[in-house]
């Protein structure tokens, strides 16, 4: 079977991520601007990222998300994935589809519904709006996604390898930590990552559950826009692009390096 790529094939692909990539670097590119707007280049400037690093109140909303994305994703991976084994478990078809269909459903369900649903929860509950909502919200919206990332590592991995190791009499404690989650390390980590991300660019969500005194870079960003933009919001954006870019050279060398080999052993 033929897997060249056509040259029209390659064109279509170039303009779509330049559809993609060009309102960022468009962003990056005039957070060196001196003239303090994204109509007129002047010249080049740092100040920009000067005056970001001097804003103590802008910094404290960087940590906050950066707090709330990590521990969010940590909580998120540890609940997704042991509903992932609990789902994975489950040898009755019609159950299982039906536990399935309810984890997808959160995920396609519109973020406006999920933070309105969540508000009132936390309303009735007596919950005040802040840090924990947030971070509640958060790890709820994460659990799907470690799910959907870990179930299709667990059932790439076959039957034989836990029988094996029953049989020579390890016990289902062992079987857990040295056969299963060792298989399952990259689709942990795929997990962690992506409900990683998710958390970082939510705002509907988080703008339903954010209360006074404590907001995320999403919202903030987003209050700041009503008022106009300023051009220390695009060197944060430069920035926070450069960490996503990270991320992902850093979940490739993790996958590659936990990636099976011929025969199904780490490299």
């Known amino acids: ?37 994204m109509y007129n280049f ?27 994305a990590l521990v969010s994703s940590l909580f ?3 609940i997704g994935t042991l509903g992932a084994l609990g789902i994975h478990s489950i040898r009755k078809r019609q159950t ?19 933070g309105a649903s969540f508000l009132i929860l936390f309303t009735m509950a007596g919950i005040k709006l802040g840090m924990y909502s947030v971070l509640l919200s958060h790890i709820a919206f994460s659990i799907p996604i470690v ?7 667990l059932s790439e991995m076959s039957p034989t390898l836990i029988d094996a190791a029953r ?29 990683l991300t998710y958390s970082l660019d939510d705002f509907a969500v988080t703008f339903f559950v954010t209360g006074n005194g404590f907001t995320t870079l999403s919202v903030e960003i987003y209050s700041l826009a009503r008022r106009g ?8 954006s430069a920035l926070l692009f450069l960490f996503t870019l990270v991320l992902v050279v ?16 780490k490299k």
Do not use: C, H
């Open 167 to 195: 049989d020579l009499g390890a016990s289902q404690w062992n079987v857990l930590t040295k056969v299963i989650l060792p298989f399952i390390t990259p689709g942990i980590f795929a997990g962690f990552f992506m409900a």
């Open 229 to 236: 933009i300023s051009l220390n919001i695009n060197a944060l």
């Open 96 to 114: 299982k589809n039906t536990l399935l269909s309810l984890n997808n459903v959160l995920i396609v369900s519109p973020d406006v519904i999920i």
């Open 1 to 37: 079977m033929d897997q060249r790529i056509t040259p029209l094939s390659r064109i279509f692909l170039v303009l779509i991520f330049f559809i993609l990539y060009a309102p960022i670097f468009f962003l990056v590119f005039y957070s060196f601007n001196s003239g303090g707007t």
């Open 147 to 153: 799910v959907l990332m870990v179930l299709p590592k």
């Open 250 to 265: 850093v979940y490739y060398f993790i996958s590659q390096r936990n990636r099976p080999g011929r025969w199904g052993v």
């Open 76 to 78: 998120a991976t540890i």
């Open 42 to 68: 002047k010249s080049f400037t740092l100040d920009w990222y000067k005056e970001l690093f001097q804003d103590s109140r802008l910094l404290i909303i960087v940590l906050n998300t950066l707090v709330i």
